[in-house]
């Protein structure tokens, strides 16, 4: 896979051995097999909640792309991030999480985690590194979301391992063709697949990848016995989507570097987080650590009447809450209770012509910038 390009490593990804006997394609399985193989047999595919041949062959394409020794899917981000943080934390235990991270996170450590035992610290990407000497269990973002603020995964994953402190990393808005924590020194990735890993807006998906077996063998037991578990439609839905992501992507990172320059020098245009402008603080470290910057671009406007006249007057921004799909969409995080000012914005950049997109925004913005 090493030498590959991206589009042709998302193809091969989703290759499966032709097993004589086995379905053609990867189809849905049902919720437990209709003749139980012999009292005997091990196999896995006895019932739905344990794992099936669509849930194992997402599962190996993921791992490869991550660059894990094996991947675990879940039927979201969220429910993969808690089941991971379920089995690293224990009572006594201290447990970073974002500040400026995905909200939900932070709120389930506060709700759920704190409440039994463990003791639950929120830091800010730029004091990560800092928080992580105090911790047992650290989660980090980066880029962060929506703020696109990047943590030093390589100093972090050093400052973790001389404490064994456990690292966990949320590589959702980089997605694994835009940086390989586990080969930065993570112990744990977690990830929403509903963004643009399956990447057309119409199925929610999380995992948990990584190397250490005892680990991902207590994660595949939290799975079996919670039971928060992906549908083996949803898991073929996003293995069809999987061997465009390489494509998809690629025009994501490529449209978002795009806008993201346009945006610097628009007067309605305040400010302008992307990880892959040369000015961007966060430049240096990401340019380290990242093979791609991504699809997401952070703009801070006038106000929220601006953000709504920018999605207004677009014919191709539309406004919607999640992101990394195939159509560009806008959304003003304030409205969720995110720390940010109200006429901030996190830009999703679909899969369109990079030029329509400039024309297209550019028109939007001088209009909502009047
Ligand atoms: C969306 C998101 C999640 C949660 O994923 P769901 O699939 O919506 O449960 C977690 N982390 C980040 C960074 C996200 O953007």
């Known amino acids: 896979m090493g030498s590959y390009g991206d589009s042709t490593r998302s193809v091969k990804a989703v290759d499966s051995e032709p097993v004589p006997g086995s379905p053609v394609a990867p189809t849905p399985v049902p919720a437990a097999a209709y003749h139980l193989p012999p009292d005997e047999d091990d196999s896995l595919d006895v019932y739905g909640r344990m794992s099936n041949p669509t849930w194992r062959q997402l599962e190996s394409a993921i791992a490869q792309l991550e660059g894990a020794a094996a991947a675990l899917v879940f039927g979201s981000g969220m429910a993969a991030i808690t089941a991971a943080l379920r089995v690293v934390t224990k009572p006594g235990q201290t447990l970073v999480v974002?500040?400026?991270?995905?909200?939900?996170?932070?709120?389930?450590?506060?709700?759920?985690?704190?409440?039994?035992?463990?003791?639950?610290?929120?830091?800010?990407?730029?004091?990560?590194?800092?928080?992580?000497?105090?911790?047992?269990?650290?989660?980090?973002?980066?880029?962060?979301?929506?703020?696109?603020?990047?943590?030093?995964?390589?100093?972090?994953?050093?400052?973790?391992?001389?404490r064994r402190t456990t690292l966990l990393v949320d590589n959702t808005t980089a997605t694994p063709l835009g940086q390989q924590p586990l080969s930065l020194g993570a112990d744990l990735v977690v990830a929403s697949a509903t963004k643009a890993l399956a990447g057309h807006h119409d199925v929610l998906a999380g995992y948990v990848a990584g190397s250490h077996p005892e680990m991902l063998a207590r994660v595949q037991?939290?799975?079996?016995?919670?039971?928060?578990?992906?549908?083996?439609?949803?898991?073929?839905?996003?293995?069809?989507?999987?061997?465009?992501?390489?494509?998809?992507?690629?025009?994501?990172?490529?449209?978002?570097?795009?806008?993201?320059?346009?945006?610097?020098?628009?007067?309605?245009?305040?400010?302008?987080?992307?990880?892959?402008?040369?000015?961007?603080?966060?430049?240096?470290?990401?340019?380290?650590?990242?093979?791609?910057?991504?699809?997401?671009?952070?703009?801070?406007?006038?106000?929220?009447?601006?953000?709504?006249?920018?999605?207004?007057?677009?014919?191709?921004?539309?406004?919607?809450?999640?992101?990394?799909?195939?159509?560009?969409?806008v959304d003003r995080r304030a409205r969720w209770g995110d720390p940010v000012p109200d006429g901030f914005a996190r830009i999703s950049l679909g899969i369109e012509d990079t030029d329509d997109l400039l024309g297209d925004i550019g028109q939007a913005l001088d209009i909502a910038g009047r």
């Not at 990172?253 to 892959?276: D, F, I, W």
């Open 221 to 329: 037991r939290e799975r079996l016995l919670a039971g928060p578990i992906l549908g083996p439609f949803e898991a073929w839905l996003i293995l069809r989507s999987l061997g465009t992501f390489g494509l998809r992507f690629g025009q994501q990172c490529q449209n978002a570097a795009a806008v993201a320059l346009m945006l610097r020098s628009h007067p309605a245009v305040k400010s302008v987080r992307y990880p892959g402008l040369p000015e961007d603080p966060s430049y240096d470290i990401a340019s380290r650590q990242m093979r791609r910057f991504g699809g997401i671009v952070s703009v801070e406007l006038a106000g929220a009447d601006v953000v709504h006249d920018l999605v207004g007057n677009s014919a191709l921004l539309v406004g919607s809450t999640s992101f990394g799909g195939i159509h560009s969409s």
């Open 98 to 162: 974002p500040a400026d991270g995905y909200y939900q996170v932070r709120t389930y450590a506060r709700e759920f985690l704190a409440p039994r035992g463990v003791t639950v610290v929120e830091a800010r990407c730029a004091d990560m590194c800092d928080a992580a000497r105090d911790a047992d269990v650290v989660l980090a973002e980066t880029p962060s979301n929506p703020g696109l603020d990047v943590v030093d995964l390589h100093q972090l994953a050093m400052t973790c391992r001389s």
